[in-house]
């Protein structure tokens, strides 16, 4: 079935169809839809054996929340503690950040959807893949252990 769009020829009650207008924007809408994709700065290892992948993906994340608001003032967009179940060296390792904090690492089995130097991200109901690769980046199926510890952590302070 075709999509036809009909616009006016100038004269009162003149209509010509069109079968190009629904084409033209499918294309409009897939252009715009692939603008701001970009890649994934690099930035200096740390000693978790994450590598670079850690201020890579925080360089990211803060230009797409916009930056900081100051120094110690949470962003309104994101919650201050963030949980990752990240695929570090041999064996994956759940863990939180906040701030300038970081939780002792939790080791657990990796996703078979995880590939090295990789981490997935809670982000309220929705999990992240991240990657140096950012044509990886993407939505996930969130894995049983990275909930259990943001639900747990929320039960110890007794919120809902």
Known sequence: MAVVHARSTGEPGGVE?????????IMLLLVAASCGRGSAAKGSSGDDGLGPLDAALDERAGAVSGGSSGPGVPSARRPMRRYYLAYAGEHCQVFWEEAERRSEPQVVACPRE??????????????????????????????????NREKADRDDAGLP
């Open 17 to 25: 169809a069109t079968p190009f207008g629904g084409a033209l924007c």
């Open 114 to 147: 995880l590939e090295p130097g990789e981490r997935i991200r809670l982000s309220d109901r929705v999990c992240m893949r991240e990657s140096r690769d950012s044509s990886r980046d993407q939505p996930v199926r969130c894995p049983a252990k990275l909930i």
